[in-house]
């Protein structure tokens, strides 16, 4: 059965303030529209501010746009700076897929860097001025994946692009965890989600390795327009976590089959992904990486 969900359940939203982060384009884009179309002020969160612009000025209503590039630290720590008053909701949608083993200019992984250890430490520096809600952008790749701390940004293993994406999106699953156990353990009065989009074509990257996969790639491109969801569709789990009374902790994917198309329902996480010693580990190692830690 389908979801009935739709974003009139996000009411009026007017005076609530949101960060989005990589929100020029897919489903941070979808999911800034819906937040200013329901009211809210949204803050454009963006490595391109030229674009970031002109797409505030498609969205029309009340936004602005700060520079941020998650793949750099000194951008990340720059970011509180430029970002005046406090926020209600901070939504760490942005991410990356590369096909080739590249390092962030912090020396990070580049998918580990900018969808894990970027966010981590936006939500740590940013958390004080938070009111309401953190969400993190996951995803059930992390499912496909077993994340190992003896080389976390794959200076050893040989590195293929889909296993380093779903390890990047694993390490969010576990820091998502852990992050609601701290929160609930200091009784903070934030709360904070997890999500999956399911597929969406827009947000798809070339990741193959080799001539064949990608023809392979082209084909599911093709095949995604007919199987995959749009972007709105891919924002609906975000925008759940904000109108529904859901669980704190929860994981917001998709009713379809294997999560690839459908409505927003709360989702099942892999037993691997629900190791909280695990997540402990990995975040006292994000710690370290970034100098930063979430103050409760």
Sequence with gaps: MTSQWSPTRLGNLT???????????????????????AGAHVILAVRNTEL???RAAEIGGTTSVVK??????????KFPDLLDGDIDILINNAGAVVQKR????????????TNFLGPFALTNLLFPRVRSQIINVGSDAHKSSNLRMEDPHLRVQKFSSFPAYARSKMAV??????????LRAADAPVTTYLTHPGWVASNLSNVSDTPLMSVFHKVVQTAAGVLANDIDAGA????????????????????GIRGLRGGPVLAGRSAAACDYGLAAELVRFAEKETGTSIPV
């Design 236 to 255: 609906a789990p975000t925008l759940y976590c904000i109108s529904e009374p859901i669980p704190p902790g929860s994981y917001v994917g998709i009713d």
């Design 102 to 113: 590249s390092d962030t200019v912090d020396g990070f992984e580049m998918m580990l860097g």
């Design 68 to 77: 941020l590039d998650l793949a750099d630290q000194s951008s990340v720590r």
């Design 52 to 54: 970031g612009a002109q």
């Design 15 to 37: 005076g609530k303030r949101i960060v989005v982060t990589g929100s020029t384009n897919g489903v941070g884009l979808a999911t800034a529209r819906a937040l200013v179309d």
């Design 173 to 182: 699953m576990l820091w998502g965890l852990e992050l609601d156990r701290r």
